[in-house]
């Protein structure tokens, strides 16, 4: 899948949480992105998705670090940890 606009947009860490069936420590690296395509190719760790309007959030079941993620999103520009990602950028 071709993307662009990608925006650095978070960087949380997760140490043995409750909120997960495993006890990890997971660090998450999220980034936002654009494409022009609508087709979802999930790999073996996901079983679904869904397209929903960024407002409509909180009808989800969401574990907290996503929960924290998309409400970071929904800040936009005022996100102070959003960052432009230089991509397929060569020197």
């Given at each position: 899948?071709?993307?662009?606009?990608?925006?650095?947009?978070?960087?949380?860490?997760?140490?043995?949480?409750?909120?997960?069936?495993?006890?990890?420590?997971?660090?998450?690296?999220?980034?936002?992105?654009?494409?022009?395509?609508?087709?979802?190719?999930?790999?073996?760790?996901?079983?679904?998705?869904?397209?929903?309007?960024?407002?409509?959030?909180?009808?989800?079941?969401?574990?907290?670090?996503?929960?924290?993620?998309?409400?970071?999103?929904?800040?936009?520009?005022r996100?102070?940890?959003?960052?432009?990602?230089?991509?397929?950028?060569?020197?």
């Amino acid at each position: 899948m071709d993307v662009y606009d990608v925006k650095l947009i978070g960087l949380q860490q997760c140490t043995y949480s409750n909120d997960f069936h495993e006890k990890r420590h997971f660090i998450f690296i999220d980034f936002v992105c654009r494409t022009d395509k609508t087709e979802v190719v999930l790999n073996r760790e996901h079983q679904e998705y869904v397209w929903i309007e960024i407002d409509k959030i909180e009808t989800l079941m969401l574990e907290p670090f996503t929960r924290k993620l998309l409400n970071e999103y929904k800040t936009g520009k005022r996100s102070k940890y959003l960052k432009d990602v230089l991509y397929n950028y060569y020197l």
